[in-house]
């Protein structure tokens, strides 16, 4: 029993990152943006936007490239896959990926996040409008070369 119980809590130590193990899960560029008013979508003009997606298995940080102080933080909900209808056959898979939620100053988020793609969405609390971001993922950068003196 003793040892039953020092497994469990290696195991629940393991589980919780510190602030500063937050790991990559990849870096992302959205793509489109939509206002839904009843049965209305109306697409919101934008220019592309990148981001960076971090998580330490219980929270989600979305970042503006470059800012990585400045973040959106998600609780992560279910981590055992998200639904996607397949384009040729329009049968229903389940693909690995998290959801998680976010609710802010009376706005909840919804975050559907996987290798290919990234959707949030946001309903505002006193509003009949839903707006829609999608994201793609992004081609890794390449390292800059090191300036040799």
Not at 125 to 140: C, I, K, L, N, R
Request: cysteine-free; aromatic content about 8%.
């Amino acid at each position: 029993m003793r040892t039953l119980a020092t497994i469990f809590l290696m195991t629940l130590g393991t589980a919780y990152a510190g602030p500063d193990q937050f790991r990559l899960v990849g870096d992302y560029l959205l793509r489109a943006h939509y206002k839904l008013t009843g049965a209305e979508m109306t697409p919101i003009p934008m220019k592309p936007i990148a981001f960076r997606v971090t998580t330490d298995g219980i929270t989600v940080r979305i970042s503006p490239e470059g800012d990585e102080e400045s973040h959106t933080s998600y609780d992560i909900y279910r981590s055992d896959g998200i639904g996607r209808q397949r384009a040729e056959a329009g049968a229903l898979e389940v693909i690995p990926g998290i959801q998680a939620y976010s609710n802010t100053d009376g706005t909840l988020r919804h975050l559907r996040l996987s290798r290919e793609s990234l959707t949030i969405t946001a309903f505002p609390g006193v509003s009949d409008q839903t707006v829609v971001s999608y994201a793609v993922a992004a081609a890794p950068k390449e390292p800059e070369p090191a300036s040799q003196p």
